[in-house]
């Protein structure tokens, strides 16, 4: 009888063993798979369902999955994303390295003076777009007034200071998305430099402000987009 009973134990045993012998999935919505792993790709997690082992081979997108806690106790965790070591980046109108804003006397020493004067030239590109929404906002909503009023009373001056100040919206516009694009363009461009020279890995498209020299000018500019893979 005792023998019986322990029989009994060490087959229970065996059979807590076997459960707790399963990869398990767990996916970013707190939902969990019972599974036996067998591929992992860099898009996609392969496995079998627990249950039928020797059943078919199914995938899960490997976005969808938050953890594996893997049957020897190992797990892994892909929901921790790693940040690229020495990485600089702009964030509207600062330098950001490795989440650490930069003060222009930082800037300074980590690109250089060539670097840094493009850096407050293109900050003050910016600022002057940030401006240049304010006088277009305000032209654009006086022209609508004066304009509407105008043409209500009957009122040939208002209707053409209408007419004006909505020139000056336009002209306000179109530098507001010069000024602001370039200097973006600008500005990414120097961090851009920044990371080649150190060997970190970026992929960007940012608008840009390309320099030629003409015959007839000294300089002539025209804005576009740069796309520049970087590692």
Do not use: C
Not at 42 to 55: A, C, L, R
Not at 190 to 207: C, F, I, M, W
């Amino acid at each position: 009888m005792k023998i019986k009973g322990l029989l009994l134990i060490i087959i229970a045993l065996g059979f807590v063993k076997i459960a707790d012998a399963q990869d398990i999935i767990v996916k970013i919505d707190g939902t969990t798979i019972d599974s036996k792993v067998t591929k992992i790709t860099t898009t996609e997690v392969e496995y079998k369902k627990w249950s039928n082992v020797d059943g078919p081979v199914y995938t899960i997108d490997k976005n969808l999955v938050a953890q594996i806690k893997y049957q020897n106790g190992d797990i892994e965790d892909y929901t921790i994303i790693e940040t690229p070591h020495n990485f600089m980046k702009r964030v509207g109108r600062t330098l950001v390295l490795d989440g650490h804003t930069l003060s222009d006397e930082e800037v300074f020493a980590l690109v250089g003076e060539e670097n840094y004067n493009t850096y407050i030239s293109a900050r003050n590109q910016i600022r002057n777009g940030d401006w240049n929404a304010f006088l277009f906002g305000g032209a654009f909503i006086a022209s609508v007034y004066f304009f509407s009023e105008g043409l209500t009373v009957q009122n040939d001056f208002h209707v053409l200071l209408g007419a004006g100040l909505g020139v000056l919206a336009d002209v306000g516009l179109l530098a507001l998305i010069i000024n602001k694009s370039a200097g973006k363009g600008r500005m990414s461009w120097v961090a851009d430099e920044y990371n080649r020279q150190h060997g970190t890995y970026k992929l960007s498209l940012a608008p840009s402000m390309i320099e030629t020299k003409t015959p007839q000018f000294n300089y002539n500019y025209g804005v576009g987009l740069t796309l520049s893979l970087k590692f």
